[in-house]
């Protein structure tokens, strides 16, 4: 440090700068019947993250549930709502999920879960496709 002090402000423009450059993700599994096996899918998506992404992606929500998608996305406050307004309040820039077919019960609500995510900045990717 120099004797203005300022390496103290050079240790917090680093930080600054690092956070800046973090990917912010969560992880979303499903379930529509408790018959089928959760646990395969989180594990799944656990491996897939450890793996493949680095260090600058930090997981900050995990998200899992069992419901039929019979009920409306927008009924589903256990993940999907959830990880909509982590994306409108700017907290996420990513969501991992185990397939597209976990997300909705027809490739028209996929879509509309998809762009309300794009349209927040938030990306999306499924390990199994």
Request: with cysteine; hydrophobic share 35%; charged share 35%.
């Amino acid at each position: 440090m120099d004797k203005k002090g300022t390496g103290n402000k050079d240790m917090i423009e680093k930080t600054r700068t690092s956070r800046m450059e973090q990917v912010r993700f969560v992880t979303c599994a499903r379930i529509s019947d408790k018959k089928q096996d959760l646990a395969s899918q989180v594990s799944e998506i656990k491996n897939f993250c450890d793996r493949e992404l680095g260090k600058k992606y930090v997981q900050v929500g995990h998200f899992e549930e069992c419901i039929s998608t019979l009920k409306n996305w927008k009924k589903r406050e256990d993940s999907v709502v959830k990880i909509i307004n982590l994306a409108k309040s700017n907290k996420i820039d990513h969501v991992i999920f185990y397939s597209i077919f976990r997300l909705g019960r027809t490739p028209f609500e996929n879509l509309e879960i998809a762009e309300t995510l794009r349209n927040c900045g938030v990306s999306m990717y499924f390990i199994s496709e």
